[in-house]
């Protein structure tokens, strides 16, 4: 008797739409888990602050519309954070995390818009989504406080606006835009560059964003023009966000546009072709050296215009979509090796072209990786991608665990292989100084005023010294150069006595010689002062060949500007 089966009545099991798989509760489970382990890192990880993040967590105690050198958006945000959990390396640095983890969401949302009919939207948001969080530059940034991580946040956030008000034309996505463009102006002013990518896009886009667009009923029409006066309705109210820092600036010469303007440093015809070559390496670094000479290489073929007749179906991202994403991509990146072969620049001055940056990448991941691979062989593509995983998941835990990791291995930590030397130890510092101003109080019955020239030492020590005491900045020159200067000006203590702490010379050897120590420098303070004596010295052993020596000076009667 033949042998009969049930397979005739077999239901077909039902494929789960893609979108399913790639939806908001798949990535919000992938974005807060990375936020959760990096939050994890901050608590346990043993890292002084360094001489910026003491800086703007000092900003915040005093809350103004500016700073000195920055708009004062990461300011107030350090000051949230640690209202609620204290003044700690935990509560400074914690908002990093999460206003990294709220970009990546953003970035999800922008990922979908952009790449809507396509039939794997979902996914190449995921893959955006992933991409961005396991950036290099941003695994340290969701480490360590400071004014990137918001700055990325209202880029990615306009640059959603940008994508849905293109589309719909409503008030609410342009009002949202002005919105994010101005909170964008309060983080940083490379914001600016923004304006500068959305008016080119208003004259240079004119394409659908999507090649299946009229396959699937989503064809509209262009709104982002520069005939359409919600654009600049949009820019107006910008502008009208930030101009409490315009106003702050008017009141105070105009001391954070003069501060950008001289780090930009880029008047003069003498070329540095080898700083520009350093700043493109630091850009490997901080994208990742897979993720940016891919994107390279995607820019390079992805802007070649196609013919739209008798054309196969071809995953290759749409030209209006490549030429949108490279015209807000292009502006930070060019702008920085600008700066760079005229003078000098940050590697992280182009990380705004990053937000963008990692759309296009999580479409090639997603759809291109697949159906139309640069490179032939499936492993080397797949391995491609674990790599680009794999490698920033490794810099996110070497970050925060380094010095432990190193010293598990049994390798010994040295100026070389250390790339946190430059923290320092803040809180032996701290500590040092505070028992030096005690000791002092016990010989003269007051607790001298602590006086230094460099705004870091000045802000790690107004962190770590606690209680606070009086603090004093030393001006050479007519004009503050930095915040403390100008809010701590040491003419305001004329007479009191206090006690200078110099900047650090940096030693190799924990015995530093008599003679090594009388050759360095003398401090330009002591001219300044009717009586100055020497007042010993603090040693903060970092390594073995690197050792910060800090000499102190007692100073009486300010003298004033020479």
């Known amino acids: 008797m033949a042998k009969t089966t049930n397979r005739s009545f077999r239901l077909p099991a039902a494929k789960m739409p893609l979108a399913d798989h790639y939806g908001w509760s798949s990535v919000l489970i992938l974005v807060l888990s990375i936020m959760a382990v990096r939050l994890l890192m901050i608590a346990g990880a043993n890292i002084s602050l360094y001489g910026d993040e003491a800086q703007y967590w000092l900003w915040g105690k005093s809350l103004e519309f500016g700073y000195f050198s920055k708009p004062p958006m990461v300011a107030w945000l350090i000051r949230l954070t640690s209202s609620i959990f204290g003044d700690q390396e935990f509560g400074v640095r914690m908002g990093a995390p999460v206003v990294q983890a709220v970009t990546a969401l953003i970035l999800y949302a922008a990922a979908r818009e952009i790449f809507r ?283 925060g665990y380094y010095r432990e990791i190193m010293q598990q291995l049994g390798i010994e930590l040295t100026r070389r292989n250390d790339p946190l030397v430059r923290l320092g130890d803040g809180q032996r510092l701290g500590d040092a100084v505070l028992a030096q101003l005690l000791a002092e109080a016990k010989t003269s019955g007051t607790i001298p005023i602590l006086a230094t020239d460099d705004r870091m030492i000045f802000a790690t020590l107004a962190f770590y010294i606690r209680p606070p005491v009086a603090q004093v900045q030393f001006q050479s020159g007519p004009r503050p150069t930095d915040h403390f200067q100008m809010t701590n000006p040491m003419s305001g203590q004329r007479d009191a006595p206090m006690i200078f702490i110099a900047r650090p010379e940096v030693l190799s050897g924990y015995n530093p010689s008599t003679s090594a120590r009388e050759a360095m420098e003398v401090p330009e303070v002591l001219g300044y002062f009717a009586k100055h004596e020497a007042a010993g010295a603090i040693t903060i052993p970092i390594h073995a060949d690197y050792i910060l020596y800090y000499r102190l000076y007692h100073l009486q009667h300010y003298l004033g500007e020479h």
């Open 117 to 399: 009919g396509q039939e794997r939207a979902s996914l190449a948001a995921h893959r955006t989504a992933l991409v961005y969080s396991l950036m290099p530059g941003v695994m340290v940034s969701g480490l360590v406080i400071s004014t990137d991580v918001p700055l990325l946040c209202f880029w990615s956030l306009a640059l959603l606006f940008v994508l849905r008000a293109r589309r719909s034309n409503h008030w609410r996505d342009w009002l949202g835009l002005g919105l994010a463009l101005g909170l964008g102006l309060l983080s940083k002013y490379s914001m600016g560059l923004f304006i500068l990518s959305l008016l080119i896009a208003a004259v240079v886009v004119r394409e659908e964003l999507s090649d299946n667009g009229a396959e699937n009923g989503l064809r509209q029409t262009n709104h982002l023009t520069l005939k359409n006066s919600r654009l600049w309705l949009a820019i107006g109210l910008g502008l009208l966000v930030y101009s409490p820092n315009l106003v702050w600036n008017i009141q105070h010469q105009m001391v954070s546009f003069r501060h950008t303007a001289s780090n930009a440093g880029t008047i003069g015809l003498q070329l540095h072709p080898g700083h520009m070559g350093e700043f493109l390496l630091g850009q490997l670094a901080i994208f990742g050296p897979i993720s940016f000479i891919l994107l390279l290489i995607l820019i390079a073929t992805g802007m070649r215009r196609r013919k739209p007749q008798n054309a196969p179906p071809n995953p290759r991202l749409a030209v209006g979509t490549a030429r949108f994403l490279v015209i807000f991509i292009a502006p930070p990146l060019i702008f920085a090796m600008g700066v760079a072969l005229l003078n000098r620049a940050n590697i992280n001055w182009a990380a705004a072209s990053y937000s963008a940056a990692s759309l296009w990448l999580g479409w090639y991941f997603a759809v291109e990786f697949k159906d139309r691979p640069l490179f032939p062989r499936a492993r080397l593509r797949y391995w491609l991608w674990v790599s680009v995983v794999i490698l920033g998941t490794m810099v996110g835990v070497t970050a």
